[in-house]
């Protein structure tokens, strides 16, 4: 890349990544407050979770590999590809504080909300965690004079609703998501139901996994335009962050962006462009 291109790539950096910087992240996040969004995590740890990731992947993918895979003699080549295996996701994690991990995984929340453990064979193996709704009838409901009230609960990672006898009043399925039993109340019971409890907590979600993509793609952003580096690597930095994020969580983050960033630093100054063409 050239001068001149390099100088042109650099002067395309927005700092999406700097929140403090990104008026429209801001004014975007500040208009959900608004909406009644329920915060548990605020500006300052986001932007802190930003500088973590994006020191890790540094980390992880230092320039030597880089030097490697160009030709270059790399003494110890071998113990870098040992420590660059361990620093796996759950060991990131294990250095995040419960918010920014809590944040990332973008699970369902709840008021309530309680962990299981899960057994094999006489050995624990993991961890359930549900989340729970409150569902109350109205005078409208066949079932009011009976039970004013029930609970559901569900899976805190899918969302898959637990069948029991109350919801089976309602539903004719035992496979169901909380998000289809939504749909299910709003479209046949929303006379004798009110289920805000859980239209909010969707709702809390959806804003969620949008937050948080919106940050993983900042430290995208923040590894492809690193001056500790060159575009092309950067490049390369940021992808292998995408794809271990993607394929680790379940994630469908896009490299449209960076894709654009770096072919568009390949061209003209889009001043220079303007001024020819008049």
């Known amino acids: 890349m050239t001068k001149e291109k390099l100088k042109n790539f650099y002067n395309n950096d927005l700092k999406k990544y700097d929140l403090k910087e990104n008026t429209y992240f801001k004014v975007m996040f500040n208009r959900l407050l608004d909406e009644e969004y329920d915060l548990f995590i605020g500006l300052d740890?986001?932007?802190?979770?930003?500088?973590?990731?994006?020191?890790?992947?540094?980390?992880?993918?230092?320039?030597?590999?880089f030097d490697f895979y160009d030709g270059k003699i790399v003494q110890d080549f071998a113990f870098k590809k040992e420590l660059s295996d361990l620093m796996d996701i759950n060991q990131l994690f294990f250095r995040l504080t419960d918010n920014q991990i809590k944040f990332l995984k973008g699970n369902y929340r709840s008021k309530i909300e309680k962990e299981y453990p899960i057994y094999e064979e006489g050995k624990k193996i993991g961890v359930s965690k549900k989340v729970y709704f409150k569902i109350n009838r109205n005078s409208n409901d066949k079932y009011y004079l009976k039970h004013k009230d029930f609970i559901i609960s569900a899976d805190a990672i899918s969302g898959k609703v637990d069948s029991d006898y109350e919801t089976l009043k309602y539903i004719d399925n035992d496979d169901i998501t909380l998000n289809d039993l939504f749909q299910v109340f709003s479209e046949n019971y929303a006379d004798c139901l009110d289920f805000q409890e859980l239209g909010k907590a969707l709702k809390n979600n959806y804003v969620d996994n949008y937050l948080r993509d919106d940050i993983l793609n900042f430290v995208a952003l923040r590894l492809l335009y690193s001056k500790k580096t060159v575009p092309e690597r950067g490049y390369k930095r940021a992808i292998r962050f995408m794809d271990e994020f993607n394929k680790r969580l379940g994630l469908n983050l896009s490299y449209d962006e960076i894709d654009e960033l770096l072919n568009n630093s390949y061209k003209e100054d889009n001043s220079k462009v303007k001024l020819l063409s008049l």
């Open 45 to 65: 740890e986001m932007q802190d979770l930003i500088d973590r990731l994006f020191t890790w992947y540094e980390i992880k993918y230092p320039e030597r590999e």
